[in-house]
């Protein structure tokens, strides 16, 4: 083989090289999880807007990625919910909120294993004799 043949079989190779390196790059974008945690509310397993308008019913906490794909986990600890003033409204282990009675709190979502957390506002206020929880992203 000659210097030009050579050549031309490196710069192939080279390109060969760079087009696997891109692919790799692509699948681990795919298979590693967003660091991000997002949280949404739903209603009757519906996403809600922003604000969303719970009424009396409540709603249920729901984790996503930055994508909007389910939440994983970093470790087997399930996420943990809070809520800064449970006169207001409360959070159980599950994530359903549900209205006490009227007035301001935020309400928490926090992955224990990597400490990733994000939080909504909800105000609760009393309308035709029912409480109604409306919520917004902090």
Known sequence: MNSIDES??????????ENLEHKVNQILRLLTPSQELVLKILVEGKEMGNPATLGAK???????????????????????????NAAIAT??????????????????????????????AVTVTLVAGKL????TPN
Do not use: M, R, W
């Open 58 to 84: 409540g709603g249920q906490c729901s984790a996503q990625d930055g994508s909007g794909n389910p939440y994983k986990l970093s470790s087997a600890a399930p996420l943990l919910f809070a809520t800064d």
């Open 8 to 17: 031309k079989e490196l710069g192939h190779i080279q390109h060969l090289i």
């Open 91 to 120: 959070v159980d282990v599950n994530g359903a909120i549900t209205s006490v009675a009227s007035g301001s709190c935020n309400i928490a979502c926090k992955d224990p294993g990597n400490g990733l957390q994000d939080s909504v």
């Open 132 to 135: 109604v929880l409306v919520v």
